[in-house]
């Protein structure tokens, strides 16, 4: 049995027409190097990439509609914006073993490209778009829900705990600065290490002219969160012990 066929039975979902599953698949390295004679709709996954973030955040809208019904506007926004990022997506990427079926140029392949949250989230919106046009909404609609279902429980006080998970800490910190100080918090990267294909970025939050905390991710948006938290939490604690 080949990747693809694994990969189809993950989904439960088997294209009629196999060519725009691999396209969905195809990163640009690979085209660039590899694809010259195809015209470029045809060449890579990236049109694909653009169609499948629109359809996820459809289904993923109204999957949080059914969980979370006393949710506010604001809450489902940051919830989504959650769900639906380069972290989370390449999470579900690789519980289906999506880096095990991407085609990267030669460059790509041997910076470890299959494991980079950027290509996977990328293909994996791809792979959205591509059932999407093989099979139409109703085919995409269950193989999306299936793939989120461990995020939406249906347990009300497991779902309460999820929506804190999902809380924006940026926009919460933001919330937190601009109330007692009248300013925007600022980001700052301190440094970069690790090979290429496995960065660790380190980041500083700055707010009234005073450093609240710093932190380190995977990518600069996961330790400007992680900055954001650490900050929030160091915030949080002063005043518990100030009140104490």
């Not at 390295?29 to 045809?42: I, N, T, V």
């Not at 359809?55 to 940051?78: C, H, K, M, T, W």
């Not at 392949?109 to 099979?135: R, W």
């Not at 999902?166 to 440094?191: G, M, N, S």
Request: charged share 25%; net charge negative; proline share 3%.
């Amino acid at each position: 049995m080949s990747n693809y066929e694994r990969l189809q039975e993950r989904l439960g979902y088997i294209f009629g027409d196999r060519g725009i599953l691999i396209q969905s698949l195809t990163h640009t390295s690979y085209g660039h190097e590899f694809l010259h004679d195809k015209p470029l709709a045809l060449r890579d996954n990236e049109r694909l990439e653009f169609l499948g973030d629109a359809i996820l955040d459809v289904v993923v809208s109204d999957i949080l509609l059914e969980a979370f019904p006393n949710a506010n506007e604001g809450q489902l926004s940051r919830m989504r914006a959650a769900a639906v990022n380069e972290k989370t997506l390449a999470q579900v990427a690789r519980a289906i073993h999506l880096q095990d079926c991407v085609r990267l140029g030669k460059g790509e392949t041997q910076s470890g490209g299959q494991n980079k949250p950027s290509i996977l989230s990328c293909a994996f919106e791809a792979l959205i778009a591509a059932i999407y046009l093989d099979g139409g909404f109703n085919a995409v609609y269950p193989v999306v829900r299936h793939l989120f279902a461990p995020m939406f429980p249906d347990d009300r006080e497991a779902g309460e705990l999820l929506q804190m998970a999902f809380c924006d800490h940026k926009t919460q910190l933001q919330e937190i600065a601009q109330a007692r100080w009248k300013v925007t918090p600022t980001y700052h990267l301190l440094q970069t290490s690790g090979p290429d294909h496995a960065k660790v970025f380190e980041v500083e939050v700055r707010a009234n002219g005073n450093r609240l905390a710093s932190a380190a991710g995977t990518s600069k948006k996961e330790a400007e969160q992680n900055a954001a938290r650490a900050a929030i939490d160091t915030i949080v604690h002063t005043q518990v012990s100030r009140e104490t």
